[in-house]
């Protein structure tokens, strides 16, 4: 395990684990509202795009494209030394492939997908489901060669392609191209269109952040009927695949290159560093207060006091910085800088568009989120140097280096069983108050995690 890239594995581990707990809490009237997307409020949990605001779970996705878009030029580094762009341009596409691929087989797997009324062999189905994509997509270098492990791969790639041609799914409707996930569909094309504007923008910076109000400019012209905008928007070889409403999330992954970028240049933050320094732990305290803040202020429409508390906190931090000695001042400051400038622009475009919404995303989400990923590298560094973090901090780390295996144990493993054993109504009777629907969504997510972690200690890690 490289330790130098640790707490950017924690902070995809940080998303990965709340997007799951965040998909498991059990919907209910009762429940507070900020135990959900913030524009499907209880009691009906109905899809409202007109309602403004965030809550802690609008955090999770952008958190994991920041990810993302900072693990590219990391992955990349040796290929940026040889400077040969039609092996990239393979690289990119590739991934593309295997995630929609994936992405596809997943939906199809899911046994509500299998049959309008699951049973027994269904859900047995759905099982198997998990074990097919386990072994078309880890890594299994301890245990065999690089030349078999591709063969295995390749294998229960080809028994994939087979069951999705063949089986009747959908309610025997069979193989639907436009039924996917829609979260791996959007980072598959993340995959593609990141990986190729970080490249071509590689040595030119200015550039890749020229890049975003192109993309702006295509989505407010397109609203104009027949512009050459309108066109491009609407230009795909198939809406299953790609369309180019997916690119409003290179708002968040650009930034999040940058953040790669300095990790490589500067280096991960250092563990023992931050564990003598009074001033990092303060930074990093300022740093959750300045996320809570946000995302309370924005929540409940107290957006004036939200600005003035931002500003507040921002002007704090940025003296700490400049009198401290910090570890790692350099990388401190650009991801400060780099944090104040998105979350400022994001809440300075706050008023546009109705309001902050994760969905339909607004650009004031887009910068809010990016800004509030580079704030929440502080919190995540400290939790690693004090001794009753460490151990959360790497329960994080196993979970961020396995994304994959993590999202899709519950959804094709531990639900299916869950019916297969009957247990299933029992676990639903926990819908009944807040902390109970709450911790039922916890350890949901504590069993996915402990199905994954073994496998990540054991080296054999999901991959596209």
């Avoid at 959804?411 to 247990?423: C, K, W």
Wanted: charged share 10%; proline share 5%.
């Amino acid at each position: 395990m490289k330790e130098r890239f640790l707490q950017l594995d924690a902070l995809r581990g940080y998303a990965i684990f709340t997007m799951i707990l965040s998909g498991s809490i059990a919907y209910g009237p009762a429940l507070p509202g900020w135990m959900f997307h913030a524009q499907v409020p209880p009691p009906t949990h109905q899809f409202n795009p007109l309602l403004p605001g965030i809550t802690w779970v609008d955090l999770v996705f952008p958190f994991f494209l920041f990810c993302m878009g900072a693990a590219i030029p990391i992955a990349l580094q040796k290929a940026k030394l040889e400077n040969k762009t039609a092996p990239i341009i393979l690289i990119a596409l590739r991934r593309y492939l295997l995630l929609a691929g994936f992405a596809i087989f997943l939906e199809h797997m899911k046994a509500n997908r299998l049959a309008e009324s699951p049973t027994t062999t269904t859900y047995l189905n759905t099982i198997v489901g998990f074990f097919i994509l386990f072994f078309a997509f880890a890594k299994l270098k301890s245990f065999v060669t690089d030349r078999i492990n591709t063969i295995i791969n390749v294998l229960f790639m080809g028994i994939a392609i087979l069951i999705l041609a063949l089986a009747p799914l959908n309610n025997g409707e069979g193989f639907l191209l436009n039924k996917s996930d829609i979260i791996i569909l959007v980072l598959a094309n993340m995959a593609l269109f990141g990986t190729l504007a970080w490249w071509f923008t590689r040595n030119n910076p200015i550039l890749r952040i020229g890049l975003l109000p192109f993309i702006a400019a295509v989505f407010i012209g397109a609203k104009e009927i027949g512009s050459w905008n309108e066109w491009l928007y609407n230009l795909t070889p198939s809406t299953a695949l790609y369309k180019f409403y997916f690119l409003k999330y290179l708002f968040i992954v650009i930034p999040g290159t940058f953040a790669g970028e300095w990790f490589l240049k500067e280096k991960d933050f250092n563990v023992g560093a931050i564990k003598i320094s009074k001033s990092f732990s303060l930074l990093a305290v300022l740093s959750l207060l300045l996320i809570v803040v946000n995302i309370y202020g924005l929540y409940t429409r107290n957006l004036l006091v939200n600005l003035f508390v931002t500003v507040g906190l921002l002007i704090s931090i940025g003296r700490l910085i400049k009198s401290s000695e910090l570890p790692h001042q350099q990388l401190v400051k650009l991801f400060f800088n780099a944090g104040t400038y998105c979350l400022l622009l994001g809440l300075t475009l706050e008023a546009c568009e109705g309001g902050i919404k994760k969905d339909f995303s607004t650009y004031s989400y887009y910068f809010v989120t990016s800004g509030l990923a580079f704030f929440t590298f502080f919190p995540i560094a400290l939790l690693s140097a004090i001794p009753i973090g460490k151990n959360i901090h790497q329960f994080l780390v196993y979970i961020g280096r396995n994304p994959m295996m993590a999202y899709v144990s519950g959804g094709l493993f531990i639900l299916p069983l869950l019916h297969i054993t009957g247990l299933y109504p029992l676990w639903n009777s926990m819908n009944t108050s807040a902390l109970s629907a709450f911790l039922k969504g916890f350890l949901y997510t504590l069993v996915v995690c402990g199905i994954t972690i073994p496998f990540t200690k054991k080296g054999i890690i999901w991959k596209s």
